[in-house]
Every structure is written in C-alpha cells, then in structure tokens.
C-alpha cells in the first residue's frame, strides 16, 4: 500500500518538476503523475541503453530523480512534438 502511495507521490513531483523545466503551467494533478510515472521508466531505460556497467539505481535518490526528471523531461518534449503543443 505505502509503496503504490509512494510512486505515486514520487510521479507527481517528478512530473511537477518537468513541467517547471519545460515552463509549462497547469498540467494538472493525474497528468503530473502520469507524466513522472512514464518518465521514471523512460529515464531508466534510457539512462540503462548508456552501457552494461552503468546502474543509476545504486547511486541514491539524488540520481534517481534526476534520471526521472530527465525522462519526464524527454516524455514531455515527445507528447508536445506530437500533440503540436508548444
């Protein structure tokens, strides 16, 4: 139960954070989270594809969020090249 409640909490602050880096506004509670929860595995399979001996997992949560931020971020760029929203 706490671990459901903490990614979802980890997903609506990862997802605040790249709409904040993106400089949008208003995205909205769901779209936050769901915006943080794709863009944690985005991250993570991007940051995984960099080679075997790297594994963002073992260097805390520092790391990790920043992998989050940067697939959300990535995540973030795609649905708005898609969409045509800028």
Partial sequence: ???VLGWIVFGAFIGWLANWA???RGGGCL???ALGLVGAVAGGMLFS???PG???DSHGFIVSTLVAVIGAI???AVWNAISGRR
């Fill in 49 to 51: 594809a960099l080679g």
């Fill in 74 to 76: 990535v995540v973030l």
């Fill in 22 to 24: 993106m400089g949008k």
């Fill in 54 to 56: 790297f594994h963002y």
């Fill in 31 to 33: 779209v936050n989270i």
């Fill in 1 to 3: 139960m706490f671990n």
